[in-house]
């Protein structure tokens, strides 16, 4: 999960995990209701029920006990709409205040479930929307010139208005959640999935790292079992999926696998200008395929965000391996059947989405 460069310098020690933060704001960590209180606003910080939280699988159900373990990690746990959020970063008040944001139809939004490429798929729209000019990603960091919309510049919606036009947002929103304005002024959506088996991998990797995500020290079979229900922040890959999945043939959305980036990045960049009305050379083509490799993602200070105080690097890397198939390394056989078991179940209604996953 992406951070604003404005708001980074906070020391993430000096926050409260969520045990401590949901006991200052009114009582014990989640119980039987999973219910944190606290926030300036209802609708914000809103209860997620049991009902809400069962989930049948063929997985071992997974205890009250582990999921309230993962929450009590997190620095300043909120829900908003049922999905978790840490508060580090992404404030209640903001999820409320991007509901009134007049947002514009030139405007351009990427949207993922988080470790799906998101910063990659940033870097590449920065490029083309500059005209391939590198002086110009050189310098600025990624988040200066790709705004989270759930951390804005000094974690207030009013500071969007400063952007510099084009405005580039990314968020890991799901569609039925995508605050009304965007909807309403139909501006364009780039929605990029991945192979849910390396996000869960990926995703494990930053929890480790983050210190608003807890550090997490389990297993990743442990993680695996809060992924599959849908139990970690930014909620259920499956239900974030299935929201734009079924949104597919609107004009003003396109979707971009991860893995076509990868096996033919440069037709993926023709794909993303043509849908953005951008018209650049072959040279032009080229000059974003290589700045936009992952060696040099890797290497560049102003995206690999190795220098984010609240990321512990010993542990992993914001920019890791990139690569399709990872998933091998982690998943036991059992875990394997286990997660294709689920898949079917989940996203049984939309059959005709396939993924590569090697």
């Given amino acids: 999960m992406a951070v604003n460069s404005n708001i980074t310098k906070t020391d993430a020690s000096s926050h409260e995990n969520g045990k401590d933060w949901a006991t200052k704001n009114g009582g014990s960590v989640p119980q039987s209701s999973c219910r944190l209180t606290g926030g300036n606003d209802k609708n914000a910080v809103t209860l997620l029920n049991d009902n809400a939280l069962a989930c049948p699988t063929f997985h071992e159900s997974v205890s009250r006990k582990r999921f309230e373990a993962y929450v009590n990690g997190l620095i300043e746990p909120h829900y908003w709409k049922g999905i978790l959020y840490p508060g580090l970063y992404f404030k209640p008040q903001v999820f409320v205040d991007l509901q009134n944001y007049p947002f514009q139809p030139d405007d351009i939004v990427i949207a993922t479930y988080p470790k799906s490429g998101t910063t990659w798929t940033a870097e590449i729209v920065s490029l083309l929307m500059h005209q391939a000019d590198e002086s110009y990603a050189k310098s600025l960091d990624i988040s200066e010139r790709v705004t989270h919309l759930e951390a804005p510049p000094g974690l207030s919606v009013k500071n969007l208005n400063s952007i510099q036009k084009p405005r580039i947002f990314q968020t890991h929103f799901q569609h039925t959640y995508l605050p009304p304005a965007i909807m309403n002024s139909r501006c364009k959506i780039i929605y990029v999935l991945r192979n849910p088996k390396d996000v869960a991998v990926s995703f494990f990797h930053h929890h480790r790292m983050a210190k608003d995500l807890g550090n997490f020290d389990k297993d990743f079979k442990h993680f695996l079992s809060l992924f599959l229900e849908g139990r970690v922040v930014c909620g259920s890959w499956f239900n974030h999926v299935k929201t734009y999945w079924k949104r597919r043939d ?109």
């Fill in 250 to 358: 609107d004009s003003n959305l396109l979707i971009v696998r991860y893995e076509d980036m990868k096996n033919n990045l440069s037709q993926t960049l023709m794909n993303i200008s043509k849908f953005l009305g951008i018209s650049l050379s072959d040279a032009q083509i080229m000059e974003v395929n290589n700045l936009c490799t992952f060696d040099k993602m890797k290497e560049n200070e102003r995206v690999n965000r190795n220098w984010v105080p609240s990321f512990d690097t010993t542990k992993s890397t914001f920019i890791r391996k990139g690569i399709i198939g990872d998933w091998k390394n982690h998943f036991s056989q059992e875990d394997d059947h286990i997660f294709d078991a689920i898949y079917q179940l989940k996203m049984k209604e939309i059959s005709d989405l396939k993924f590569i996953y090697e």
